[in-house]
């Protein structure tokens, strides 16, 4: 067998034209319609060669469309006139003889369910088929990757790291949280601002990455909104924080917070980076007052809920709220948790009434706290090679102002993992989203 050659589109038209004349019917005075199954052959016959047929087929929502056919091309040995095909239980399929001397088809697999389909392929009526293939139909398994802007600039040593991220994995697409203290910040230019601006902007634009935002509550960003800035809680310091860098978002009041964010709205348009759309709260410190927030300012996404246990390493560090916090706030949250629209009552539940806003498990965490490995072992998690009975979610990034060639490898490594699986390929069910898109894969409950 050989790699899927879909062809141009001039055939693939004729293909189809010719197919309506012999789907139900013998072409050129042949013999009658496939009749009953045949059996699998032991083995493939070499005599026959077999291409176009995909290995996995997509069932589509209303970000990805559907691969709802199953394409066939056979070169078939002098002298045989006729080549059937079943597809699943659907009834037998006769393929017609093209002028090129092969034999062609496009079968429908839309009403397929999820799962593994055996494709039977039989010449002039053999009551044994000369090749058995496998079509997989699944749903998607989208991957997120995104950067959280921690700091108000970003090195240009990092921004090229990144840069080299996307020319190593030309699928890849970035959600880019970026801060809005990058545009408050007076320790940070206006040419800088104005370069960091034109950077994210070059990477929307080159690459089709989205533009969310982060927050974390620093009081040079604060004190321009009217919202008084607060200096505690931290997640790190026992006396609290004067910078407001470590102070929880959840700290802030449903109105407050809604405040916050329309001013970063003003920020990101004076910036020419449009409206946001996404969201990640600074140490994952989201309660439902910033959902609530969120929604109300027109975000349909956020990534909030926490991964805890992958984050050891800040257990007991300096005043240990990050750590706890996260367990406590996030307790359900871990490897395989997948999107949902939190309740009104309860963050970690999706029982209705619910806060309109997707809420994205951030369950391969961010580079600083995981291994390549580790995010390997997540992603492997949620998907055991079998076709997926619904959409998942795998998210994983990292922090730009840290970002250094270690981490670089460590998601490079991941990536190559996860690569391998790509829908392009014909290898599996990966597709590469941003954050706002998949809140078009999992609608708000009616």
Same mark, same amino acid.
């Given at each position: 067998?050989?790699?899927?050659?879909?062809?141009?589109?001039?055939?693939?038209?004729?293909?189809?034209?010719?197919?309506?004349?012999? $789907?139900?019917?013998?072409?050129?005075?042949?013999?009658?319609?496939?009749?009953?199954?045949?059996?699998?052959?032991?083995?493939?016959? &070499?005599?026959?060669?077999?291409?176009?047929?995909?290995?996995?087929?997509?069932?589509?929502?209303? *970000?990805?469309?559907?691969?709802?056919?199953? #394409?066939?091309?056979?070169?078939?040995?002098?002298?045989?006139?006729?080549?059937?095909?079943?597809?699943?239980?659907?009834?037998?399929?006769?393929?017609?003889?093209? /002028?090129?001397?092969?034999?062609?088809?496009?079968? /429908?697999?839309?009403?397929?369910?999820?799962?593994?389909?055996?494709? *039977?392929? !039989?010449?002039?009526?053999?009551?044994?088929?000369?090749?058995?293939?496998?079509?997989?139909?699944?749903?998607?398994?989208?991957?997120?990757?995104?950067?959280?802007?921690?700091?108000?600039?970003?090195?240009?040593?990092?921004?090229?790291?990144?840069?080299?991220?996307?020319?190593?994995? &030309?699928?890849?697409?970035?959600?880019?949280?970026?801060?809005?203290?990058?545009?408050?910040?007076?320790?940070?230019?206006?040419?800088?601002?104005?370069?960091?601006?034109?950077?994210?902007?070059?990477?929307?634009?080159?690459?089709?990455?989205?533009?969310?935002?982060?927050?974390?509550?620093?009081?040079?960003?604060? #004190?321009?909104?009217?919202?008084? +800035?607060?200096?505690?809680?931290? %997640?790190?310091?026992?006396?609290?924080?004067?910078?407001?860098?470590?102070?929880? +978002?959840?700290?802030?009041?449903?109105?407050?917070?809604?405040? @916050?964010?329309?001013? !970063?709205?003003?920020?990101?348009?004076?910036?020419?980076?449009?409206?946001?759309?996404?969201?990640?709260?600074?140490?994952?410190?989201?309660?439902?007052?910033? @959902?609530?927030? $969120?929604?109300?300012?027109?975000?349909?996404?956020?990534?909030? !809920?926490?991964?805890?246990?992958?984050?050891?390493?800040?257990?007991?560090?300096?005043?240990?709220?990050?750590?706890?916090?996260?367990?406590?706030?996030?307790?359900?949250?871990?490897?395989?948790?997948?999107?949902?629209?939190?309740?009104?009552?309860?963050?970690?539940?999706?029982?209705?009434?619910?806060? &309109?806003?997707?809420?994205?498990?951030?369950?391969?965490?961010?580079?600083?706290?995981? %291994?390549?490995?580790?995010?390997?072992?997540?992603?492997?998690?949620?998907?055991?090679?079998?076709? *997926?009975?619904?959409?998942? !979610?795998?998210?994983?990034?990292?922090?730009?102002?840290?970002?250094?060639?270690?981490?670089?490898?460590?998601?490079?490594?991941?990536?190559?993992?996860?690569?391998?699986?790509?829908?392009?390929?014909?290898?599996?069910?990966?597709?590469?989203?941003?954050?706002?898109? *998949?809140?078009?894969?999992? &609608?708000?409950?009616?």
């Amino acid at each position: 067998m050989t790699a899927p050659d879909h062809g141009s589109p001039r055939r693939r038209s004729s293909a189809l034209a010719l197919a309506a004349g012999c $789907l139900f019917a013998a072409c050129d005075g042949g013999p009658p319609p496939p009749g009953e199954r045949p059996l699998a052959p032991a083995e493939n016959d &070499p005599d026959f060669r077999v291409e176009r047929v995909r290995n996995w087929l997509i069932i589509g929502n209303d *970000l990805t469309p559907g691969q709802d056919t199953v #394409d066939v091309q056979v070169f078939a040995p002098d002298g045989v006139e006729t080549i059937d095909a079943w597809l699943g239980d659907q009834p037998g399929v006769r393929l017609y003889h093209s /002028e090129e001397g092969d034999f062609r088809q496009i079968i /429908e697999a839309g009403d397929l369910p999820a799962g593994e389909h055996e494709l *039977l392929l !039989a010449a002039d009526g053999s009551d044994q088929a000369f090749a058995r293939l496998v079509v997989r139909r699944s749903h998607p398994l989208y991957v997120v990757v995104s950067t959280d802007w921690d700091d108000s600039d970003n090195h240009d040593y990092t921004l090229e790291l990144q840069e080299q991220l996307h020319l190593r994995h &030309p699928e890849l697409r970035l959600t880019h949280f970026v801060g809005p203290y990058t545009f408050t910040d007076p320790e940070v230019t206006a040419e800088r601002r104005t370069q960091l601006a034109a950077w994210v902007l070059d990477m929307r634009d080159t690459y089709d990455d989205e533009i969310g935002l982060h927050i974390h509550p620093y009081c040079n960003f604060v #004190d321009t909104t009217g919202v008084p +800035c607060r200096t505690e809680p931290s %997640t790190v310091y026992a006396d609290g924080d004067v910078t407001g860098y470590t102070v929880m +978002c959840s700290a802030y009041s449903e109105e407050e917070f809604t405040q @916050l964010l329309l001013a !970063a709205d003003e920020l990101f348009a004076e910036a020419g980076l449009g409206k946001p759309t996404s969201f990640r709260a600074g140490g994952w410190t989201t309660s439902l007052d910033t @959902l609530r927030a $969120l929604a109300a300012a027109g975000y349909v996404a956020d990534t909030s !809920a926490n991964n805890w246990a992958r984050m050891e390493e800040w257990e007991g560090v300096q005043n240990g709220v990050l750590y706890e916090w996260n367990k406590e706030h996030w307790a359900t949250i871990g490897d395989t948790s997948q999107p949902y629209y939190p309740s009104q009552d309860d963050i970690l539940s999706d029982s209705a009434p619910v806060v &309109p806003l997707l809420e994205v498990p951030d369950n391969g965490i961010m580079v600083d706290y995981v %291994t390549a490995e580790e995010m390997i072992e997540i992603f492997d998690a949620n998907w055991d090679g079998a076709p *997926l009975a619904a959409p998942v !979610a795998y998210s994983i990034g990292y922090h730009p102002p840290n970002f250094n060639t270690t981490y670089q490898g460590r998601i490079s490594g991941a990536l190559r993992h996860v690569e391998q699986f790509l829908v392009s390929r014909d290898q599996g069910p990966v597709i590469f989203a941003t954050l706002s898109e *998949l809140a078009r894969v999992w &609608p708000p409950p009616n």
